[in-house]
Structure formats: structure tokens, C-alpha cells
């Protein structure tokens, strides 16, 4: 046969009588194929009448045809039994447009025929020279859309002026003069795009693969440093506790040794100021002798006092509990410095972990304003509040700033946190974190982020910053910008501001100890000021959360 069995149609290898593949194919005289079995089973009903039929054609034969197995038929159905099945068309292919019944997947795609075609229906493209000067394509099934809509013709050219597809007919009138190269150099140019953003992904997935390591080693050696500080901090404090015991017991024998001889002292001086009391008495009598020899003779002996001797004693028991003072104030000074030095090491770990314009994303978190929180006049939007001024239909709630223009977030904050702020050049807007209890209802300092000891916060004016926090007003210097950054390290208690632009900078850094979680929160204490909180994440969901 002239055409391989890979291009022909399963439907005219059926038998026309039983409609399966044909088995034991045989050929009538009048040229019809069919099943052997199927052919003599219906001439085996037509024995009584001694005239045999084709059933397809209804010619006659007499006598009964004798019927030998086609063998080149035979041939064509084996080849085709072993036809791969992923070669026809699935509901999601593109079928070629020339296979009739069963259609095979088309390969390629004409733009001059308007057709698709299969492997085995493709072969005139490449062999007939009156196909060779049409362009084919990938198959597709929207081959209207690969065409000139107003001239009918295969869009071959991209005009970069107008950012589009063309016709070479296109190009010669609506699009004369404009920058325009070919279809083929655009997908060249498009590739060569694609190519160096791949291998920026590629880099940014080992920067971040790298951020990661250096982050899991700096965390896994601030651990170790953490149980190291409190190993040590354990050690010093059962010294301490054991050499407090060993100065007690040293300070109580030296008390016990001194007040031994301070008693003994204590009595002899005693039993001196008695004898002088009787000696005085005596004198006092002699005083009253006229007789000047008389006198003399009776006190001739002389009057004792107590001696420097004993004096000393007591000056040296002085000396000695000073000294043993001074050496336990000694031993806690070192004890002392060893803490302090500790905690510097620590603090230039934790330092480490604070986030950079490239790193900042890894510490990022998400916000939600609370409106049970907010005052009635800021009116929330998503991600933004603004200073409405006009009362907003919230419900009552014992949770809402009634006086304060201000608004907390829901998420409580007890680890290492990132958010930034986009905010209006042309007000003042307050950033702060504040424990939940922070007070709500009244005009008092209480209740105003930055005037208590339960919030921090940072004034951003259009040309300046200061920080708040229990009363204490502090100026804060850094460039001006619309975009503030702040990171909040809970554990380590730490709460960083920064502004964001082509760089990162430090405006402000408190260091304290944080005693329960933290919530963001804003103020804005001037009509129709606005802020937003920024979605530093990934950038597709960011994109989801901006179209709901």
C-alpha cells in the first residue's frame, strides 16, 4: 500500500459487519475487506439460495467465493495494533485537522493553511516545494490569534514603538517609521531576558540559601552562648553563695576573737575605773590633810591610767573588720565585671541578628489593624488607616480609644519581628509598641502611646523625629523619609527604628527588658494624616492581598 499504516484512519481497518479491527482480514472480488469469520457466517445463511452477496455493495457471486487471508491488510492491522496510543489526540492536544474518526495529536501548526496537522500529514510541508514558503509554528489551537486581525496575515513583526505584534502589511502603513525588528529576534531578545533573570533567581536563591545557614549558625551560636551565660552566671552565683558562707563564718570567728578581747578589755577597764573611783575618793580625803609632809608621804604612790597598748587593741579590731570588708567588696566587683562583660559579648551577638536592606525580609511579619481598637474618627481600610475626622460606624467596645486618635494591632509580638510603614510626608504620624493593658478610656498619659511606662513610640514629623516612652522626650537624627522600618527583638529586648530608602539607617535603639508580648500600633493626631502598613513579604501574595 502506498500510505504506512501510521497514516491511516483505525475507523477503515473496522469490518463493516461486526465494527471491531479487523481479524483474519479477507478481500471480496468487488474489492471490500471484512473479518473472515464475518463474512462467512453471513454467506452461510445465504447456502439456500445458492447466490452470494457483497454486503456492503450487494454484488453477486455464483459459485461461492473461495476466500484467501489478505496478507498486505493483515500486515497494515498488526502494524497498527502496535501503534503507540500517545500518538492520538487527549482532550487537552491539538488534533490534526486532516486524520478522519480517531484524530492523532498535530505536531505543527500552518499559519498559511489555517491547519494543523500530524507527523504523518506534515510530510508534504517538507517534501512539496509549493508548501515550502509557509511558516509553521508549535501546534496550537488558536491559530487566529498568531494572525494580523486586520490584514489576515501571520504576525512576523514586533514594533517596539507601539509594544505589539504585526503584519509585514502592518508595518509598511500603520506602523511605517516605528522602531520594529522581527517576530524571530523579539523571542531571541525575550530569551536572552529571561535567561539573565533565571540566573539572578538562581543568585538570590543562594544568597538566601546562604542568609539561611549564617542566620541558623548565628541563632544556633547565640543557644550556645545563652547556656553558656547561664552556666557560668549558675557557677559564679553557687562561688559566691559558697564564699559568702566561708566570709560569714570568718567574719563571725574574728567578731567572736575581737569581742573575747574587747570583753576582757572591757572588764579590766572596768576594774581600773573602779580602783581610780576609790583612788579619787582617797585623794579627795588627802586633800583635806594641812600637814605638807604628811601629804606627801600619803600619795606617794602614783595613779594609773590605761596604757597606749590597749588602745592599739582596739584599733587594730577596727583594722581588721575594715579589711575583711574590703576584701568581700573586691570579690563582688569581680563578680561584677565578669556580668558586665558577659552581657557586652551578648549584646554584639544579638546585634548580629538585626535585620539589613537584604535580610530585613527574612524577620518579616504580618499586621492586622484591630478596628476594635481604633478610634471612631480613623477610618481603616485594608492595610491603611487614615484620620477621617467623621465618627465610622464601629460597634461599641470596651477595647476602643475613646479620646487618643489611635489604633493597635492584633497580633501580640513575643520574638524577633519586622514591620515598616508607608506614611504621609505631610503630617505627623506616631509609630509604637505598647503592652495590651495600655489605658483606653480617659485623656490621661496613661492612655497616650510614649507618655507611660507601658508603650514606646517614635514622632515622625515631615522634617523630624523624637522618641517617647514613660514621659522622656528624646530628639532622634536621621534622614527624612516616607517609608519607616521597625524591628523588635522581644527576648533580647530590643526595639529598632529605621529609614527606609536606597539605604537602611538607624534612627533610634532602645535596649530594656519587654515583660509580656507587645502590639503595634499607630497615632495620627492630625486631620486627613494616613499611613500603611507595607507587605515585605512574598510578593505574589502581597499582589493577592492587594487585588481582594
Given at each position: 500500500?502506498?500510505?504506512?499504516?501510521?497514516?491511516?484512519?483505525?475507523?477503515?481497518?473496522?469490518?463493516?459487519?461486526?465494527?471491531?479491527?479487523?481479524?483474519?482480514?479477507?478481500?471480496?472480488?468487488?474489492?471490500?475487506?471484512?473479518?473472515?469469520?464475518?463474512?462467512?457466517?453471513?454467506?452461510?445463511?445465504?447456502?439456500?439460495?445458492?447466490?452470494?452477496?457483497?454486503?456492503?455493495?450487494?454484488?453477486?457471486f455464483?459459485?461461492?467465493?473461495?476466500?484467501?487471508?489478505?496478507?498486505?491488510?493483515?500486515?497494515?492491522?498488526?502494524?497498527?495494533?502496535?501503534?503507540?496510543?500517545?500518538?492520538?489526540?487527549?482532550?487537552?492536544?491539538?488534533?490534526?485537522?486532516?486524520?478522519?474518526?480517531?484524530?492523532?495529536?498535530?505536531?505543527?501548526?500552518?499559519?498559511?493553511?489555517?491547519?494543523?496537522?500530524?507527523?504523518?500529514?506534515?510530510?508534504?510541508?517538507?517534501?512539496?516545494p509549493?508548501?515550502?514558503?509557509?511558516?509553521?509554528?508549535?501546534?496550537?489551537?488558536?491559530?487566529?490569534?498568531?494572525?494580523?486581525?486586520?490584514?489576515?496575515?501571520?504576525?512576523?513583526?514586533?514594533?517596539?514603538?507601539?509594544?505589539?505584534?504585526?503584519?509585514?502589511?502592518?508595518?509598511?502603513?500603520?506602523?511605517?517609521?516605528?522602531?520594529?525588528?522581527?517576530?524571530?529576534?523579539?523571542?531571541e531578545?525575550?530569551?536572552?531576558?529571561?535567561g539573565?533573570?533565571?540566573?539572578?533567581?538562581?543568585?538570590?536563591?543562594?544568597?538566601?540559601?546562604?542568609?539561611?545557614?549564617?542566620?541558623?549558625?548565628?541563632?544556633?551560636?547565640?543557644?550556645?552562648?545563652?547556656?553558656?551565660?547561664?552556666?557560668?552566671?549558675?557557677?559564679?552565683?553557687?562561688?559566691?553563695?559558697?564564699?559568702?558562707?566561708?566570709?560569714?563564718?570568718?567574719?563571725?570567728?574574728?567578731?567572736?576573737?575581737?569581742?573575747?578581747?574587747?570583753?576582757?578589755?572591757?572588764?579590766?577597764?572596768?576594774?581600773?575605773?573602779?580602783?581610780?573611783?576609790?583612788?579619787?575618793?582617797?585623794?579627795?580625803?588627802?586633800?583635806?590633810?594641812?600637814?605638807?609632809?604628811?601629804?606627801?608621804?600619803?600619795?606617794?604612790?602614783?595613779?594609773?591610767?590605761?596604757?597606749s597598748?590597749?588602745?592599739?587593741?582596739?584599733?587594730?579590731?577596727?583594722?581588721?573588720?575594715?579589711?575583711?570588708?574590703?576584701?568581700?567588696?573586691?570579690?563582688?566587683?569581680?563578680?561584677?565585671?565578669?556580668?558586665?562583660?558577659?552581657?557586652?559579648s551578648?549584646?554584639?551577638?544579638?546585634?548580629?541578628?538585626?535585620?539589613?536592606?537584604?535580610?530585613?525580609t527574612?524577620?518579616?511579619?504580618?499586621?492586622?489593624?484591630?478596628?476594635?481598637?481604633?478610634?471612631?474618627?480613623?477610618?481603616?481600610?485594608?492595610?491603611?488607616?487614615?484620620?477621617?475626622?467623621q465618627?465610622?460606624?464601629?460597634?461599641?467596645?470596651?477595647?476602643?480609644?475613646?479620646?487618643?486618635?489611635?489604633?493597635?494591632?492584633?497580633?501580640?509580638?513575643?520574638?524577633?519581628?519586622?514591620?515598616?510603614?508607608?506614611?504621609?510626608?505631610?503630617?505627623?504620624?506616631?509609630?509604637?509598641?505598647?503592652?495590651?493593658?495600655?489605658?483606653?478610656?480617659?485623656?490621661?498619659?496613661?492612655?497616650?502611646?510614649?507618655?507611660?511606662?507601658?508603650?514606646?513610640?517614635?514622632?515622625?514629623?515631615?522634617?523630624?523625629?523624637?522618641f517617647?516612652?514613660?514621659?522622656t522626650?528624646?530628639?532622634?537624627?536621621?534622614?527624612?523619609?516616607?517609608?519607616?522600618?521597625?524591628?523588635?527583638?522581644?527576648?533580647?529586648?530590643?526595639?529598632?527604628?529605621?529609614?527606609?530608602?536606597?539605604?537602611?539607617?538607624?534612627?533610634?535603639?532602645?535596649?530594656?527588658?519587654?515583660?509580656?508580648?507587645?502590639?503595634?500600633?499607630?497615632?495620627?493626631?492630625?486631620?486627613?494624616s494616613?499611613?500603611?502598613?507595607?507587605?515585605?513579604?512574598?510578593?505574589?501574595?502581597?499582589?493577592?492581598?492587594?487585588?481582594?
Amino acid at each position: 500500500m502506498a500510505e504506512s499504516s501510521s497514516s491511516l484512519d483505525p475507523d477503515r481497518l473496522r469490518c463493516p459487519i461486526c465494527l471491531d479491527q479487523m481479524k483474519v482480514p479477507v478481500t471480496t472480488a468487488c474489492g471490500h475487506s471484512y473479518c473472515m469469520s464475518c463474512i462467512k457466517s453471513c454467506w452461510d445463511e445465504e447456502d439456500r439460495r445458492g447466490v452470494y452477496s457483497c454486503p456492503q455493495c450487494r454484488q453477486t457471486f455464483t459459485p461461492r467465493p473461495v476466500l484467501c487471508r489478505n496478507t498486505m491488510l493483515a500486515e497494515v492491522v498488526e502494524k497498527l495494533k502496535k501503534t503507540p496510543a500517545d500518538q492520538y489526540a487527549g482532550p487537552e492536544d491539538v488534533e490534526c485537522d486532516v486524520c478522519t474518526g480517531r484524530k492523532r495529536k498535530a505536531v505543527n501548526s500552518c499559519l498559511v493553511c489555517q491547519a494543523s496537522y500530524c507527523e504523518s500529514h506534515l510530510q508534504p510541508h517538507y517534501e512539496s516545494p509549493a508548501f515550502k514558503k509557509h511558516k509553521l509554528t508549535d501546534a496550537t489551537g488558536h491559530l487566529q490569534d498568531k494572525l494580523c486581525s486586520q490584514h489576515d496575515k501571520p504576525l512576523e513583526v514586533y514594533c517596539r514603538t507601539d509594544q505589539q505584534y504585526i503584519c509585514y502589511l502592518c508595518m509598511t502603513y500603520e506602523h511605517r517609521g516605528h522602531d520594529t525588528i522581527s517576530a524571530a529576534t523579539r523571542r531571541e531578545e525575550i530569551q536572552l531576558q529571561l535567561g539573565v533573570r533565571q540566573r539572578k533567581l538562581q543568585q538570590s536563591e543562594k544568597e538566601l540559601q546562604e542568609l539561611t545557614k549564617v542566620v541558623n549558625s548565628v541563632t544556633l551560636f547565640v543557644q550556645e552562648a545563652e547556656e553558656h551565660s547561664g552556666r557560668v552566671l549558675t557557677e559564679m552565683i553557687h562561688l559566691i553563695e559558697s564564699r559568702d558562707s566561708v566570709v560569714k563564718g570568718l567574719i563571725r570567728e574574728q567578731e567572736k576573737a575581737v569581742l573575747n578581747q574587747v570583753n576582757g578589755l572591757q572588764e579590766q577597764l572596768e576594774e581600773e575605773i573602779t580602783e581610780l573611783k576609790r583612788r579619787c575618793t582617797e585623794f579627795e580625803g588627802l586633800l583635806q590633810i594641812e600637814d605638807p609632809i604628811h601629804f606627801i608621804q600619803t600619795t606617794s604612790a602614783p595613779l594609773e591610767f590605761p596604757t597606749s597598748s590597749r588602745m592599739n587593741l582596739i584599733v587594730d579590731v577596727r583594722s581588721a573588720v575594715s579589711e575583711l570588708k574590703r576584701t568581700l567588696e573586691d570579690v563582688l566587683q569581680e563578680v561584677d565585671d565578669l556580668q558586665v562583660a558577659t552581657l557586652r559579648s551578648l549584646k554584639k551577638i544579638i546585634n548580629l541578628l538585626e535585620p539589613t536592606l537584604t535580610t530585613r525580609t527574612a524577620f518579616a511579619c504580618q499586621l492586622t489593624l484591630d478596628p476594635d481598637t481604633a478610634h471612631r474618627d480613623l477610618r481603616l481600610e485594608k492595610m491603611e488607616v487614615e484620620f477621617y475626622g467623621q465618627p465610622q460606624p464601629y460597634p461599641d467596645s470596651p477595647h476602643r480609644f475613646k479620646w487618643y486618635y489611635q489604633v493597635l494591632c492584633k497580633e501580640g509580638l513575643s520574638g524577633c519581628c519586622y514591620w515598616e510603614v508607608e506614611r504621609s510626608m505631610d503630617y505627623e504620624v506616631h509609630l509604637a509598641v505598647s503592652y495590651r493593658g495600655i489605658g483606653r478610656s480617659g485623656w490621661g498619659r496613661d492612655c497616650c502611646f510614649g507618655y507611660n511606662e507601658y508603650s514606646w513610640s517614635l514622632v515622625c514629623t515631615p522634617s523630624s523625629y523624637s522618641f517617647r516612652h514613660d514621659k522622656t522626650d528624646t530628639s532622634v537624627s536621621g534622614p527624612p523619609s516616607s517609608r519607616i522600618g521597625v524591628y523588635l527583638n522581644h527576648k533580647a529586648g530590643i526595639l529598632s527604628f529605621y529609614s527606609i530608602s536606597d539605604a537602611m539607617t538607624l534612627l533610634h535603639r532602645v535596649q530594656t527588658t519587654f515583660t509580656e508580648p507587645l502590639y503595634a500600633g499607630f497615632a495620627l493626631p492630625w486631620f486627613w494624616s494616613k499611613l500603611k502598613i507595607c507587605n515585605i513579604g512574598n510578593k505574589e501574595k502581597q499582589k493577592k492581598d492587594e487585588e481582594r
